[in-house]
């Protein structure tokens, strides 16, 4: 995306033709008018000289941003603002207030005023936005606080307000009522954020985690209500406006993770099930991943590898000569069940002569799993328990 620079608010103005000087207007303490720009009144329509108050020349919010600047301390400021003009659409402007002596100085740029090529190019911006949002599968949110966030309060203090300011969704994207299930013909903008993200413990703690985290947070885990009232597991990016010691809003994704835990707790139950099949079972078992080293084994295998045995060793390093490793791989692949023999010493293992097959699991991982048997002719005493024969 090209960097576009919106103009500087010089005294002087520029040079340039693309970027016209600011549009100019002094007042007084007061509000009253003691100087003005012709070009601004004009655009404004209003006779040049006739407007005497700030109420009177410019739109009620602007004249409201002025007297906010006027009632405060601050010696200059710069915001983003909308203009409203009458018998056109509002004007996107930076508005630069200086305070000299007795009178505030007011230079107002309009940024779609600067050029055809810049309010073209704004425009395109604009749109590519909408379409990346508008037909992302993830869910994008924005909100926006009307009462914002003072972060100067204690911790808690600043917690509360998360949930209790007004505030309001400033844009969500068609994923969002997707994923919180929204009858067909409502719009996500006209309910209140509280009946979706509601104000509990787990919730609580995630906004803690984010206001820790200087209000940039990723992978944070809420609870969530779908329209319906039924909970939703959720995971949430955050980032946030701060302006002045004031979270004005807040934006991120959003992602459904019910579903994705379920698995994984599911998962994780059929792993403890298996390693109690495994361990039960009186022949050796070795489990070996993709980067050839060993994930499990069974005690029956590490009585036949011996007690020194460690997991995420290579199968070489556990006495398996390299061609059996090949072996045993191209026999999975290959799906053939003729088996290979392998020798052990006697040392440290229970030695002999052991046959061995092997398969691969099925899925991407492709875990290699081998299963033994000691080959007749060559039994040996298992060792009871406490070592004794």
């Known amino acids: 995306m090209p960097n576009i620079t919106p103009p500087l608010l010089s005294r002087s103005g520029s040079t340039d033709p693309a970027y016209p000087a600011a549009l100019v207007l002094v007042v007084d303490l007061q509000g009253g008018i003691l100087g003005a720009d012709e070009r601004l009144c004009r655009l404004m329509e209003q006779p040049v000289g006739s407007a005497r108050t700030l109420e009177v020349l410019l739109p009620d919010e602007t004249a409201r941003l002025v007297r906010d600047f006027i009632a405060g301390g601050a010696q200059s400021e710069i915001v983003q603002h909308s203009l409203a003009v009458p018998g056109r659409p509002a004007i996107p402007a930076m508005i630069g207030m200086a305070r000299q002596a007795a009178q505030i100085e007011l230079r107002i740029a309009l940024l779609a005023e600067l050029s055809d090529a810049y309010a073209a190019e704004m425009i395109a911006q604009a749109e590519i936005l909408s379409a990346m949002l508008g037909t992302a599968p993830e869910a994008f949110w924005c909100i926006e606080y009307q009462e914002p966030i003072d972060l100067d309060l204690t911790e808690d203090s600043v917690i509360d307000q998360f949930f209790r300011n007004a505030r309001c969704w400033r844009a969500c ?125 069974n005690p029956a295998a590490e009585r036949m590898l011996g007690a020194g045995l460690q997991r995420g060793w290579s199968l070489e390093a556990a006495g398996f000569p390299a061609e059996t490793v090949r072996r045993l791989r191209e026999m999975a692949v290959l799906g053939q069940g003729d088996g290979v023999e392998l020798q052990l010493p006697c040392p440290q293992s229970e030695g002999g002569v052991w046959l061995l097959h092997s398969a691969l699991t099925e899925g991407a991982e492709g875990w290699l799993v081998i299963s033994a048997w000691r080959q007749p002719g060559h039994a040996k005493p298992l060792r009871r328990a406490g070592g004794a024969r």
């Open 173 to 297: 994207n068609p994923a969002m009522a997707r994923l919180y299930q929204l009858p067909h013909g409502v719009d996500f903008h006209d309910q209140p954020v509280s009946r979706y993200f509601p104000e509990t413990p787990v919730n609580r703690a995630m906004v803690r985690d984010l206001v820790r985290a200087d209000y940039a947070l990723d992978g944070a885990v809420a609870i969530d209500h779908r329209h319906d009232g039924s909970e939703i597991l959720v995971v949430n990016s955050f980032r946030a406006k701060v302006e002045n010691g004031y979270l004005l809003r807040m934006w991120g994704t959003v992602r459904d993770i019910s579903l994705e835990r379920a698995r994984e707790d599911n998962l994780a139950s059929q792993a403890s099930e298996m390693v109690g099949i495994l361990t039960a079972l009186p022949d050796p078992v070795i489990v070996v991943g993709q980067d050839d080293g060993i994930l499990a084994v």
